[in-house]
């Protein structure tokens, strides 16, 4: 795992340690016994949590889909919470990982970044949407958000770890406005910060407002992010 040491604020460390420990047990969770099948429950879980909330979503129901026994089923998660937590752990937390979304981009200028990242949305949502069946009236960015919220209610500390990966996003995302008006690349008087999170609440933001729709628009996005680049640039 590429580890980028940043040394800003005293609070700093701790979303550092936060990050390693996660990627740390993304590792463990990945090599252990039984990783096929383990992966392929959850995977199924992911799908049905997508679509029902934690409550109504029953083990058998998993157990029915993949054939399995009640045994091999509490041998790699004993809890219906075990099995959250692991989706919540690869399908949000692993996904969402600043350090995961951003890694490779780091050298690169603003424009080359915006379409980088960009890239990375298309490509989370095309691979997101597997999940869902052909005939289920949500997109996944509505039902992507609502697992979110799902988390909040059901995964312990979840609030703490979203609040600690968001700061951790927008000092990466500062990291590199900075460098673009290192290089002139864009206006150098400009505050680096508030341009962070403003492209990250242009990315959230419309997220939130194409899930009532048809789920995330890329191309709109794309030309959100780079009304705001041509207004910035030197």
Known sequence: MVYILIICKKNNFLMQKSYFC????YKIMKGSKGSETKMTIREEAFKLFLTKDFNIVPLKQIERSLNLSRGCMSYHYPTK???????IDYYI?????????MQGAFNLSLLEFIHFYVDKVASTKNEMQQFLSDDDSN?????YLKLISQAECYYPNFKQIAQEFKQYEVILFE???KRAQEKKEIKPEL??????QHFRYLFYG???DDALNNGLDVD???????????????
């Open 175 to 177: 990291k590199i406005i």
């Open 93 to 101: 937390l692993h996904k969402q990982n600043a350090n995961n979304k």
């Open 81 to 87: 919470q075990e099995l959250f937590n692991d989706v």
């Open 139 to 143: 997109n996944i960015t509505n039902a």
């Open 206 to 208: 419309q997220s939130y």
């Open 191 to 196: 505050d680096s910060l508030l341009l962070a």
């Open 220 to 234: 709109r996005l794309k030309k959100q992010f780079m009304f705001l680049y041509n207004i910035i640039k030197y």
């Open 22 to 25: 996660m990627e740390q047990k």
